[in-house]
T-cell receptor
Framework: DAGVIQSPRHEVTEMGQEVTLRCKPI?????LFWYRQTMMRGLELLIY????????DSGMPEDRFSAKMPNASFSTLKIQPSEPRDSAVYFC?????????????FGNGTRLTVT | AQKITQTQPGMFVQEKEAVTLDCTYD???????LFWYKQPSSGEMIFLIY??????QNATEGRYSLNFQKARKSANLVISASQLGDSAMYFC???????????FGTGTSLTVIP
């Protein structure tokens, strides 16, 4: 059973460039979350989708960040233009249901470095 | 609002010994779920164990058990017979339908000493 798949695993880019992170949730999971993890701020929720619809994007730091989920098996997180302070590990996670007993299943993360 | 507090930034345990990682939470919702995740140095987040607010018994999953004390709002993770591979960051999280998102603690770094 494949887990949540994220790509790329590592991304190094220069300030000002566009970055696109990709996520394939577990089949049958109808909720998808994007998190950012840094030493200073820990795990931060950026945005989440239910049934491909964005529900809460209040965690998206700026207009430079955007996320889409065109179908149940694919989501992207885009940063344009990127800045050094965006350097972090970005996790995608999905969960099978919306009840209190439904855990998040995380991908392996994308480590983004913006120079 | 929901909140998770993990007061132990770092813990050490001797191999084969048991260790308890503390987690306290704050919520006004009567129905919620508590989760523990492990993050080894390789970076992935691994789901370990779940406890529901209405569960009468403490959750167990292999060497992991959850010491759930509802009145004290604590959900401590107990790892029995520690192994070197248990060295990792451990995160506690809470979810409720009212909050509609997961709230994570700051994590505890566990080091198992051979």
């Amino acid at each position: 059973d494949a887990g949540v798949i994220q790509s790329p695993r590592h991304e190094v880019t220069e300030m000002g460039q566009e970055v696109t992170l990709r996520c394939k949730p577990i089949s049958g999971h109808n909720s998808l979350f994007w998190y950012r993890q840094t030493m200073m701020r820990g795990l931060e929720l950026l945005i989440y989708f239910n049934n491909n619809v964005p529900i809460d994007d209040s965690g998206m730091p700026e207009d430079r960040f955007s996320a889409k989920m065109p179908n149940a098996s694919f989501s992207t997180l885009k940063i344009q233009p990127s800045e050094p302070r965006d350097s972090a590990v970005y996790f995608c996670a999905s969960r099978p249901g919306q009840g209190i007993d439904s855990p998040l299943h995380f991908g392996n993360g994308t480590r983004l470095t913006v120079t | 609002a929901q909140k998770i507090t993990q007061t132990q930034p770092g813990m050490f345990v001797q191999e084969k010994e048991a260790v308890t990682l503390d987690c306290t939470y704050d919520t006004s919702d009567p129905s919620y779920g508590l989760f523990w995740y492990k993050q080894p140095s390789s970076g992935e987040m691994i789901f370990l164990i779940y406890q529901g607010s209405y569960d009468q018994q403490n959750a167990t999953e292999g060497r992991y058990s959850l010491n759930f004390q509802k009145a004290r709002k604590s959900a401590n993770l107990v790892i029995s017979a520690s192994q070197l591979g248990d060295s990792a960051m451990y995160f506690c999280a809470i979810y409720s339908n009212t909050g509609n998102q997961f709230y994570f603690g700051t994590g505890t770094s566990l080091t198992v000493i051979p």
